[in-house]
């Protein structure tokens, strides 16, 4: 009984290590279209920022992007430059 109970969670985990992977690869790909300037909904170039915070220096900045046309919404976590960094 033992085995199969660890069969199963060992299944089970490694099902959400799958998912979670798949879900920060399709995160990753919407960023990058959207850095590019097109929504990844409607694939136009109608993405602008409407929301940008940062609680410190060191901090990711949290993002947030929407599509004019089809008012898709999503956020992101990008890392900051930090304080001292030179900006061009």
Do not use: W
Request: aromatic share 10%.
């Amino acid at each position: 009984m033992n085995l199969y109970l660890l069969f199963f969670l060992l299944i089970i985990i490694i099902g959400l290590v799958v998912s979670y992977i798949y879900f920060m690869k399709e995160k990753k790909a919407m960023l990058l279209a959207i850095e590019r300037g097109i929504c990844p909904k409607c694939h136009k170039p109608t993405i602008e920022i409407i929301d940008q915070r940062s609680t410190g220096c060191s901090s990711p900045r949290m993002v947030t992007f929407e599509c004019r046309e089809c008012k898709y919404i999503d956020t992101f976590h990008i890392d900051s430059r930090g304080c001292g960094a030179k900006r061009n």
